[in-house]
């Protein structure tokens, strides 16, 4: 990204290889948020929370304009990320202690049931 950029500035890049590195390095910083935001909730509440939060990462920054094509929002960047890790890690959590199933279902409950609940809450 860094190379397409520098040349970018001296030279046109469209229809070349550094236009194609520069847009791949854009969406894999953009992708940062979600991915820390995911990790965070893993890191309080374990596999479940990964998807929830990873979707509540995607609308903490400017990705949505991208893909949803949605002008009204401002990203919250950072810090969003930091409290949709917190807040989808400790719904879980809370989802995980609070639902009661039989035994034969509690990997139904952990891989389904909870991160659909917590994904629907999400967004």
């Known amino acids: 990204m860094a190379v397409a950029k520098i040349t970018g500035e001296f030279i046109d890049i469209q229809g070349t290889p550094f236009q194609t590195l520069d847009m791949l390095g854009f ?10 935001a995911a990790y965070v909730a ?27 094509d949605i002008e009204q929002w401002a990203p919250s ?20 202690n609070t639902i009661k199933v039989k035994t034969e279902l509690t990997t139904l409950k952990t ?3 909870v991160p659909l609940v917590s994904g629907v809450v999400m967004s």
């Open 27 to 36: 969406m894999t910083i953009k992708f940062m948020y979600p991915i820390f």
């Open 42 to 68: 893993f890191s309080i509440a374990g596999k479940p929370a990964l998807i929830p939060a990873f979707i509540g990462g995607v609308m903490s920054d400017e990705v949505y304009k991208r893909f949803f």
């Open 77 to 96: 960047g950072f810090f969003g990320a930091i409290a949709i890790g917190f807040l989808v890690g400790y719904l879980v959590r809370y989802l995980n």
């Open 111 to 113: 891989m389904l049931l």
